[in-house]
């Protein structure tokens, strides 16, 4: 028996050789893994032994010729593929070990160069896997280091590796080399800027098995990019508390997306993905005080995000209630002593937490038989494209408290409406099947006296009743996307009331 071991992550490497040779089995081993068995006394055949040519061209040609790919592709159950082999003076290897150059540690070194990542990624270490995975049921294929001492239990007890091990081996290769060849082609595309390729491959990494998804009946892993952009919930470091949940990372990931639209110290709240509250304030604990007042029944047994380190006063207003997870920059000495008071909270500390990643992201979704796929939505609006189009122009301060709306109402589900007044939602109408129950809902729900808000739609209005509805309420401005074939009514019907509209030109659904 004969195994070839060529392995960049040297992880476990001696310890295997020594147990495989210890079982009688020869060892062939390619420069660098080479040199670390023999320096540990492992007796170890040269590759260029093997195949009688010289590891050429900086050591990129060396595993690729047939006295290697022979000996593994071969079938010990076809007689012709073996005295193809007799004849050919080429032995079989029968045991393959090799894990890949590091090139998703190369290109996320900063400033990595195009050339240095090009020269890190493997040509002969994925034929030889491959070419081992294909022939599973001759030849033990291991990738990952983890699997060493399941192979050496299997041929101490049975001086064999079952089919089975063999074929999971097998499986777990072609699952590995794929990942590999889709982060490289996810690197070269990203190089030049394309977008939206005509093959699109993805890979990630778990992170963990989930207890369950949605529903208790469901199950669901946590898989994280490659190289995730800085700011990414997958970047979080939790500090205390419970196993995060499915709903728990989704809900988070819907405070974050709409945290980042902020850079005054900010606090969203948010309850199965939607926002309930959110507050724009002069520091973190004022910001709290406004999300929270917004909707105190809802923010309960919900997901808070802050853009600011939660210090001590914060953290004590914030364990009155009880909250599923806080996301937070950084926590104080402070305020951690005052929230591990509490054992299920979960904390999460995320550097970078307002950082909006590179442009070009994709946002994907999956349907049946295939994705939808399409950037990121990025723009909230440009300031030069806002257009005033009623009789009376907006305050000063109608104008910021319409920005903050609308950096809010792009984060709920649409139909969306939100009505907001210094700095804070007052009221959210989230996911309605037609905007005038969305205007209705938000009005409804709101536990202030809405005069002289602002109130902000995700799209246009398709009629007036949504303006006559906002007014009545005591709504004093409306910044809406524009764009209806009757704007023209809705213009008239605020006209008539004495409402301010500006129109943004910028549509932000979300299904």
Avoid at 259 to 286: Q, Y
Avoid at 415 to 440: F, H, M, S, Y
Avoid at 479 to 485: A, D, E, K, R
């Amino acid at each position: 028996m004969r195994a070839l071991i060529s392995v960049s992550d040297k992880t476990g490497v001696v310890a295997f050789a020594e147990a495989l040779q210890e079982l009688g089995v020869e060892i062939i081993s390619t420069g660098g893994t080479h040199q670390r068995l023999a320096d540990n006394g492992i007796r170890v055949k040269g590759i260029s032994e093997v195949t009688e040519f010289p590891e050429c061209l900086d050591g990129r040609v060396k595993t690729l010729h047939p006295a290697v790919h022979g000996g593994i592709l071969a079938r010990r159950d076809k007689p012709e593929h073996m005295q193809q082999l007799e004849d050919l003076h080429i032995e079989t290897i029968d045991i393959v070990a090799i894990n890949l150059y590091p090139f998703k540690e190369t290109i996320k070194k900063p400033g990595v160069a195009l050339e240095e990542a090009i020269e890190n990624i493997d040509i002969g270490g994925p034929t030889m896997l491959r070419s081992a995975a294909k022939n599973h049921r001759d030849v033990v294929v291991l990738c990952d280091p983890a699997d060493y001492e399941k192979v050496i239990a299997e041929l101490k007890e049975n001086k064999t590796v079952s089919l089975d091990t063999k074929y999971r081996l097998a499986l777990k290769v072609f699952q590995h080399t794929a990942a590999y060849d889709a982060m490289i082609s996810e690197y070269l595309r990203k190089q030049i800027g394309e977008e939206l390729p005509d093959n699109l491959t993805l890979t990630f990494e778990k992170i963990q098995d989930l207890r369950y998804g949605e529903n208790p009946h469901q199950k669901a892993v946590y898989y994280k990019e490659i190289q995730p952009a800085n700011g990414s919930l997958v970047n979080a470091v939790q500090l205390h508390g419970k196993e995060l949940s499915f709903n728990n990372i989704n809900d988070t990931q819907g405070a974050l997306a709409t945290l980042k639209e902020f850079s005054e110290p900010t606090i969203v709240a948010v309850k199965h993905a939607n926002p309930c509250g959110v507050g724009s304030g002069f520091d973190i604990l004022s910001a709290y005080q406004k999300a929270y007042e917004v909707d105190p029944v809802s923010i309960y047994g919900g997901i808070v995000a802050a853009n600011r380190p939660i210090d001590g006063p914060t953290a004590e207003e914030i364990s009155k209630i009880f909250v599923e997870i806080i996301v937070a920059p950084e926590f104080t000495q402070e305020a951690m002593e005052i929230l591990t008071q509490k054992k299920n909270i979960r904390l999460l500390k995320l550097d970078q937490i307002e950082a909006k990643g590179p442009q070009g992201q994709l946002d994907v979704k999956k349907v049946s038989g295939g994705l939808l796929v399409q950037d990121t939505d990025e723009i909230l609006f440009a300031e030069e494209d806002l257009k005033i189009v009623s009789d009376r122009i907006p305050t000063e301060r109608e104008m910021e408290d319409m920005r903050f709306a609308m950096k809010v109402v792009k984060h709920i589900k649409s139909n969306g409406i939100v009505i907001a007044k210094d700095l804070k939602t007052l009221g959210i109408g989230p996911g309605q099947v037609n905007r005038i129950w969305a205007v209705e809902n938000a009005i409804k729900q709101s536990l202030f006296d809405l005069k002289s808000s602002v109130l902000a739609s995700d799209a246009f209005f398709p009629f007036d009743d949504c303006v006559t509805a906002a007014a009545a309420a005591g709504v004093t401005a409306i910044i809406q996307p524009g764009g209806s074939i009757r704007d023209e009514e809705s213009i008239k019907k605020a006209n008539e009331l004495g409402l301010a509209m500006v129109f943004t030109g910028v549509r932000h659904f979300k299904h």
